[in-house]
Nanobody, 128 residues
Framework: QVQLVESGGGLVQAGGSLSLSCAASGRTFSTYTMGWFRQAPGKEREFVATISWSSWSGARTNYAESVKGRFAISRDNVKNTVYLQMNSLKPEDTAVYYC??????????????????WGQGTQVTVSS
């Protein structure tokens, strides 16, 4: 069982930045594929970013088109933590952001069904 705990959400003005963190349990975190999803009020949960890691190729990332160039996902395999740096935030980025994990190595894991574990979510609100 993998437990995920997100932190770092809050209120920010449009154009500002926020950094989210997700701490994961487990001894083999480096093998997990990690992702961030978000869910705005009245909308379905959607993919934001994913990162996988292997000793032969290093970190591999993939982003939703709506956040490319503004958000950056990264991971620290020593601290068992994945991060989401969000820059140039827009009001439409307002949502609850969820961290997700799968113990399987996956490239471009953009679907919710590809993940086995989920955090409780953290609210991000961007004011105009």
């Amino acid at each position: 069982q993998v437990q995920l705990v997100e932190s770092g959400g809050g209120l920010v003005q449009a154009g500002g930045s926020l950094s989210l963190s997700c701490a994961a349990s487990g001894r083999t975190f480096s093998t997990y594929t990690m992702g961030w999803f978000r869910q705005a009020p009245g909308k379905e949960r959607e993919f934001v970013a994913t990162i996988s890691w292997s000793s032969w190729s290093g970190a591999r990332t993939n982003y939703a088109e709506s956040v490319k160039g503004r958000f950056a996902i990264s991971r620290d395999n020593v601290k068992n933590t994945v991060y989401l740096q969000m820059n140039s935030l827009k009001p439409e980025d307002t949502a609850v952001y969820y961290c997700a994990a799968t113990v399987r190595y996956r490239l471009e894991a953009t679907g919710m069904s590809e993940y086995d574990y989920w955090g409780q979510g953290t609210q991000v609100t961007v004011s105009s």
